[in-house]
């Protein structure tokens, strides 16, 4: 399938700096070595990753969240983080999969994303939330669907375009559409080496009492949020405030006005991605804030890179908040990443 084997543009490592993210993940020369006798430029750089270290110390202890990483989207670079690889439930943050499985789907087939979708009942007893209020029987196009996921977060609908997609990719194994397309998404976590996550439905429901849930980490989520900016579309719908999509209903066409659940888009450079929230989830969300590229003129070769960072915050007792403090945060690590020539080394990356 076409999502499974796609490689990330940016997934290997370029050049970016030597950053701390833990005090576990960087081990400093011990001190009496930090002397006069060093050469200007070492002492120069041990200082400056001290800082950096102190910085890094200072944010993951004035967050409460359990678990969060920044990380330099085009790189993979790790500015920061705080229990990264803890398995979580992700609540609705898997709505990122499903999208990102649906859009490429989409693409692989040159199919019309305008083409209508019928709600199923079994869509309607998937669990969770439905704040469209879509009943069965209802229709509307692939793309409102895909609004309406990723924007209102609605279960219904990513479990509506899972059963659509699921019927239309491959399914060497026989499983049913959505258990098929939750295999493509899986497929496409392995792809992107997200190996500390399982996904288990197109919705993130975690809300039955059985003993295995979907999980994933901050870690996982941001090399998924990397990979979904690269899928053509995906990048337009997280960024957009609010959408009217049309449902029709029993032969009339009703427009519905939805909101994007992402109280803080537009704010810091902010323009996506998604939020997630069950009660075993705890608040969820992931954050991408962008600024103006930097260029740098040599000769006549003009070099531009460009900088946005990823920000992904799983269990907070204030997503938003947190989320807005390790923007800020984040770019403060980033100007001295970049600043420290944005080496990238390999256990500093994704």
């Not at 040159?110 to 009943?135: F, K, T």
């Not at 690269?230 to 609010?242: I, K």
């Not at 032969?251 to 075993?280: C, H, S």
């Amino acid at each position: 399938m076409a999502q499974s084997g796609r490689t990330n543009a940016r997934s290997s490592p370029g050049p970016g700096p030597s950053a701390v993210v833990s005090e576990k993940e960087l081990i400093l020369p011990p001190l009496c070595l930090m002397s006069e006798s060093f050469p200007g430029k070492i002492m120069v750089f041990l200082k400056r990753i001290s800082l950096l270290l102190l910085a890094s110390t200072a944010l993951c202890s004035a967050i409460a969240a359990e678990s969060h990483v920044i990380v330099d989207a085009q790189t993979g670079f790790i500015l920061g983080s705080k229990a990264r690889d803890e398995k979580l439930p992700v609540a609705s943050l898997t709505k990122i999969a499903t999208a990102a499985v649906v859009l490429d789907w989409a693409k692989w087939k040159q199919s019309d994303l305008s083409a209508p979708v019928q709600i199923s009942p079994a869509s309607l007893n998937a669990g969770g939330a439905n704040p469209i209020g879509l009943q069965a029987g209802d229709s509307l196009s692939l793309r409102d669907l895909v609004y309406c996921a990723l924007l209102a977060s609605d279960n219904v609908a990513a479990t509506s375009l899972a059963e659509y997609v699921g019927s239309r990719l491959p399914n060497a194994s026989g499983l049913d559409p959505v258990g098929n397309f939750v295999s493509h998404m899986n497929a496409l976590a392995r792809s992107l080496g997200m190996n500390r996550t399982l996904f288990l439905n197109p919705s993130g429901f975690d809300g039955t009492e059985a003993r295995a849930y979907p999980f994933s980490t901050a870690a996982d989520m941001a090399r998924l949020t990397r990979y979904a900016y690269d899928v053509p579309g995906f990048p337009f719908y997280v960024a957009q405030a609010s959408r009217q999509i049309h449902v029709v209903r029993n032969g009339a066409e009703m427009p519905f006005e939805i909101q994007n659940t992402n109280e803080v888009l537009g704010r810091n450079g902010i323009d996506g991605v998604k939020t997630g929230r069950t009660r075993r989830a705890g608040d969820c969300l992931i954050l991408s804030a962008d600024r103006a590229p930097e260029s740098r003129r040599e000769g006549e070769t003009v070099f531009v890179t460009p900088r946005r960072i990823i920000v992904v915050v799983l269990r907070s007792p204030d997503r938003f908040g947190e989320g807005l403090a390790l923007v800020e945060q984040g770019w403060g690590l980033y100007d001295d990443w970049a600043a420290n020539g944005r080496k990238t080394p390999k256990n500093q990356s994704l």
